[in-house]
């Protein structure tokens, strides 16, 4: 039985080993230290060989110089290796400190072979996309993820910022927010299809993987003001397009006491655009499209749904920058939208944020929180009784209230420049394709 005291204790699991990131921000040479990683490239020079290690903690490689005593046969592009030796000055200006090998342990090897990324070739984005279990381990995408990680981390502390509370929306849900019909399903594997059964559902009723968190978010709004929610979402989209998945992130906000498109749209600026931007009508919108030259495949008539080809064109029109929607008709949204009561082209409060190249960014609208009017569109739409919680909410302190939703994976196309959605994800779920 041995006693130690934290400290100790850490200090000898820990002994010698470092991650490469503290060991290129190491101010101290001639420490002795032990690396753990995967040789990113090897360099054999006259008398000795030069590697780059990297365990993924920090973007840099840290430079390994093995002398010649050392058996290096086995190190290959991407096999991993335990290396203790010295961290000295390093010549060159790329970096501060280099490691002096003492000792090199091949701790996986790699076949060049079979490893489907060749060192000093460029792969491109398509191309690694076919390994989806390994291609973390190139440059590229390794990069683009740090990135992910990053922007999320910036929404999260927007939201935390600005006093927004941040709501664990339920993934299974029994609600189609949307109403659009892309709904996955959720029941037990093997159904046990038993007859005998009065009530077959696992949770009593039909359950799905959520198509939006908006509806929670709507009921937290009503105590909390300003909600926010950052999640995995699902649609069963039949769409092998290059900005449409399965399972997308979407970041959802809801706001109480939103009276306003403009105080919405000030809310969405806020998150993302410090640039120029945008304002038309739907109306407008259509207008633009009819008086344009352009063959458009789709209908351009009042009251069709925008589609990609529009949308681009709208946005080019608009000077190439991005633009907001508003007042879409009121029968292309969803029952919660608020109703503006304007004849005879009745719209509802709804905007999209469109932008170049990406198409729809955001999608959002005030919310109907007039009882009577939202009563009688859900009676109209046959949903009176499974939404009586939500009519509920009107009952009780009802406010004027709005929100918007931001596919997080179209954020991050837009600010890298991207192309295709399935390049910013880290596993990819689209129609058949659910790899992993
Ligand atoms: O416009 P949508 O459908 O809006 C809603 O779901 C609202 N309930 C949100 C809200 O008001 N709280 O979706 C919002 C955004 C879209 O603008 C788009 O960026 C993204 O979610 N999105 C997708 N991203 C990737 N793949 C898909 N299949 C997507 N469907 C929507």
């Known amino acids: 039985f041995c006693r130690w005291s934290s400290k100790v204790f850490q200090r000898h699991c820990s002994r010698m080993k470092m991650r490469v990131s503290d060991a290129l921000a190491s101010k101290e040479t001639g420490t002795n230290v032990r690396i753990q990683g995967w040789v990113r490239s090897v360099r054999p020079q006259k008398d000795n060989l030069f590697l780059n290690v990297n365990d993924g903690s920090s973007l840099q490689p840290l430079q390994v110089v093995a002398g010649s005593h050392l058996n290096t046969r086995d190190l290959t592009f991407g096999c991993a290796v335990d290396i203790t030796g010295t961290l000295e000055k390093s010549p060159s200006k790329k970096q501060n ?58 929404i999260q502390s927007f939201f935390r910022d600005n006093s927004y509370l941040q709501i664990h929306t339920p993934v299974i849900t029994s609600n189609d927010c949307e109403g659009a019909g892309e709904l996955f399903q959720v029941k037990p594997a093997g159904d046990k299809n ?68 403009d105080d919405l749209m000030k809310d969405q600026v806020d998150l993302m655009l410090k640039r120029k931007f945008n304002i038309i009508s739907y109306t407008e919108a259509i207008d633009i499209l009819k008086s344009s030259s352009q063959n458009f495949t789709f209908s351009t008539e009042w009251g069709c749904d ?79 009784d499974t939404y009586e919680w939500y009519l509920q909410l009107r009952e009780f302190g009802s406010v004027p209230h709005g929100g918007f939703g931001m596919g997080f994976e179209r954020y991050l196309l837009c600010i890298l420049g991207l192309h295709n959605i399935k390049d910013v994800i880290p596993f990819a779920r689209f129609s058949h394709s659910c790899l992993l």
């Open 194 to 261: 038993d007859s005998d059964d009065p009530n077959p559902h696992f949770f009593s009723v039909p359950a799905y993987l959520t198509v939006s968190g908006q509806l929670h978010l709507e009921v937290m709004a009503g105590a909390f003001s300003a909600v926010y929610t950052f999640g995995p979402t699902f649609r069963a989209e039949n769409s092998q397009s290059r900005r449409h998945l399965a399972e997308f992130y979407m970041v959802e906000a809801e706001i109480a006491f939103t009276e306003s498109l």
């Open 306 to 384: 925008l589609q990609t080809e529009h949308e681009k064109f709208l946005v080019k029109h608009c000077g190439n920058v991005p633009v907001f929607v508003i007042n879409y008709p009121y029968e292309l949204k969803p029952f919660y939208a608020r109703d503006n009561q304007d004849q005879p082209k009745h719209t509802a409060a709804a905007v999209d944020l469109l932008v170049p190249e990406v198409g729809e960014l955001c999608g959002g609208s005030l919310r109907e929180e007039r009882l009577e009017l939202l009563s009688q569109r859900l009676a109209h739409a046959g949903l009176k």
């Open 97 to 154: 400190v280099e490691l002096q090998a003492q000792r090199i342990e091949v701790v996986g090897e790699c076949n060049p072979v079979d490893f489907p990324f060749k060192i000093k070739e460029r792969h491109s984005l398509e191309y690694v996309r076919q390994f989806p279990h390994l291609r973390c381990r190139t440059n590229a995408f390794s990069s683009l993820l740090r990135i992910r990680s990053e922007a999320s981390a910036a």
